[in-house]
């Protein structure tokens, strides 16, 4: 089951060897995903050894406990995909040793496997990447597994031996989850909100229609990262509740004033695209694994002036997000979109599109093994760029990256870290 360069055996050979069982076709918001080949990746970095063939088995244990990440995509007559298993083991661990060549991606591949996991050893550090489809698995799924995935490896070097596991059903689709729940397409889609700014403006052609480049298979897409101190953290948080809002608000406004400074052009709104986990805003709630991407978009446009307030934005943000939800309109609002990512919609800003997936639990390691920082990565295979923003807590340290195949993401990053490292506290204003 190791693999020795990421590649599987052809969709061919598959369907000429191995019979295959079909689990279901692909719902409209998972197949926006497998037309654009887009997997998730989750890379700890960990300080000491890793026993490789106990990584082996832990991952072996993730696809025995989630065995639809051991089936791939078989595209139909009709261009749509369906989930497929057979007798076939996925391709497994990607093993690279120090003096490997770094630019050698591993190669992922819909129609072989939709879990993949690489690990790579360098100067007694190492890093695990757990690969999945974002067809299968949203940002809070997917940092699950990975949490999962180590706390068999855990068990495994710490005990010799993994508890036995219980086979999870293929996750629901949005769709399902939401008639399960009597929620239904609505005639707001929230994208209403941009509609001020969609033609107010003489634009050039968005650089993003055909940024992706359209690779055959999925490749990274390129990324800026910063973090905050832990004290950096505690102090931007002591912010949100002395002006009681939500830190992903607060963090949303940083994201929008960097992207103002930025671009430079200061009559011109921002507007602003953010993923809403609908786990917990759905009645019965929605277990971590139960659902494929159990998600809305919430939408702002942001009027920033030079004298805007972080604190101030951040509450309207807040409060367009509370009007939407108990409309109704968050709920459904991926009931609306496209199978196609295209892009940026004609006529409109160049939109701000983000993640925040709060705090992650902490990671399970043997003794002689520490956590040395998570990553998230994005890999894609779409004519048209990606330009997002992810946000999380881990160990108590906010980290903030931007996936973008745009010239220059740092520079947004790094002012978002000094807005949000510079935000005063309750303290400094009594001080005044």
């Known amino acids: 089951m190791h693999c020795a360069d990421g590649a599987g055996l052809s969709k061919g050979e598959y369907a000429v060897t191995f019979p295959t069982s079909v689990i279901r076709k692909l719902a409209p918001s998972e197949e926006m995903f497998a ?29 025995q406990a989630h065995p639809v990440f051991a089936g791939r995509f078989e595209r139909g007559p009709d261009g749509l995909h369906h989930i497929v298993v057979d007798d076939f083991f996925p391709p497994g661990i990607r093993v690279v040793e120090k003096g490997d060549q770094p630019s050698i991606q591993m190669r992922l591949d819909q129609a072989v496997s ?27 799924h997917h940092m699950g597994l990975v949490w999962e995935l180590f706390s068999c490896y855990t068990d495994m070097v710490c005990t010799g031996d993994i508890e036995p596991v219980d086979p999870q059903p293929a996750p629901d689709s949005l ?26 403006y003489e634009l050039p052609p968005s650089t993003r229609d055909t940024a992706g480049g359209n690779p055959a298979f999925p490749t990274l897409i390129p990324s800026a990262r910063c973090q905050l101190t832990e004290q950096e953290t505690q102090d931007l948080i002591t912010f949100t509740r002395d002006r009681k809002l939500s830190l992903n608000a607060v963090i949303g406004a940083a994201m929008l004033l960097a992207e103002w400074q930025v671009r430079g052009t200061p009559h011109i709104p921002v507007p602003y695209l953010y993923i809403a986990d609908l786990r917990l805003h759905l009645t019965p709630p929605v277990d971590p694994t139960a659902a494929t991407n159990p998600l809305g978009v919430a939408t702002y446009l942001a009027e920033i002036k030079p004298n805007t307030d972080i604190g101030d934005l951040a509450t309207d943000i807040v409060e367009a997000f509370r009007a939407d939800l108990s409309d109704g309109v968050i709920q459904q609002s991926l009931l609306h979109y496209n199978l196609h990512y295209a892009g940026s919609p004609p006529g409109l800003p160049e939109p701000v599109m983000a993640s925040h997936m709060g705090e992650m639990p902490s990671l399970r390691t043997p003794p002689n093994v520490s956590l040395d920082g998570v990553k998230t990565n994005l890999l894609a295979a779409n004519a048209a760029g990606v330009d997002f923003y992810f946000s999380a807590t881990v160990d108590g340290r906010l980290q903030i990256e931007r996936h973008s195949h745009m010239p220059g993401p740092e520079r947004a990053v790094t002012a978002i870290h000094s807005l949000l490292s510079s935000l005063p506290s309750e303290n400094d204003w009594a001080a005044e």
Do not use: C
Request: charged residues 20%; without cysteine.
């Open 35 to 63: 037309q654009s080949q887009t997997y998730m990746g989750g890379t700890v970095h960990l300080n000491g050894p890793v026993d490789v063939d106990a990584m082996f088995v832990a991952f072996d244990t993730l696809l």
């Open 114 to 140: 939709l879990a993949y996991l690489r690990v790579k050893h360098a100067d007694g550090r190492t890093e695990v990447t757990l690969y999945t489809h974002h067809s299968l698995t949203d940002g809070q």
């Open 175 to 200: 769709e399902v989850i939401l008639e399960k729940r009597g929620v239904r397409k609505q005639s707001r889609s929230g994208f209403e909100r941009l509609l001020p700014a969609l033609y107010a």
